[in-house]
């Protein structure tokens, strides 16, 4: 059993960063790739990035290559995903999500368990 909090959401301005954090309960949490999804308003929850469990593969969708970037410290089980230049279609619910499951390519239906998310809403 693995349980999720998410941290670090809040009101940013366009442009800015901010680092989400997502910390586990779990003794075998290093086993497990971790995912961040976000959700905005009126849109269906949509994949960001991925780190495998060893910390040795990162994955992420092609709409925020170079913005996004995802890191995890197994000393802390806490995995991190820091957003530069932000948009304001980064507007989102982020959540975290842990799997079993090891591959190329992910969707919410590959992960077993969840955080409760954080809000990051970007203003201009």
């Known amino acids: 059993q693995v349980q999720l909090v998410e941290s670090g959401g809040g009101l940013v301005q366009v442009g800015g960063s901010l680092r989400l954090s997502c910390a586990a309960s779990?003794?075998?949490?290093?086993?497990?790739?971790v995912g961040w999804f976000r959700q905005a308003p009126g849109k269906e929850r949509e994949f960001v990035m991925a780190?495998?469990?060893?910390?040795?593969?990162?994955y992420y969708a092609g709409s925020v290559e170079g913005r996004f970037t995802i890191s995890r410290d197994h000393a802390k089980n806490t995995v991190t995903l820091q957003i530069n230049s932000l948009k304001s279609e980064d507007t989102a619910v982020y959540y975290c999500?842990?799997?079993?499951?090891?591959?190329?390519?992910?969707?919410?239906?590959?992960?077993?368990?969840w955080g409760q998310g954080t809000l990051l809403t970007v203003s201009s």
């Open positions: 999500a842990a799997t079993r499951y090891s591959g190329t390519h992910y969707y919410k239906s590959l992960f077993d368990y």
């Open positions: 780190i495998s469990g060893n910390g040795g593969s990162r």
């Open positions: 779990g003794r075998t949490f290093s086993s497990y790739t």
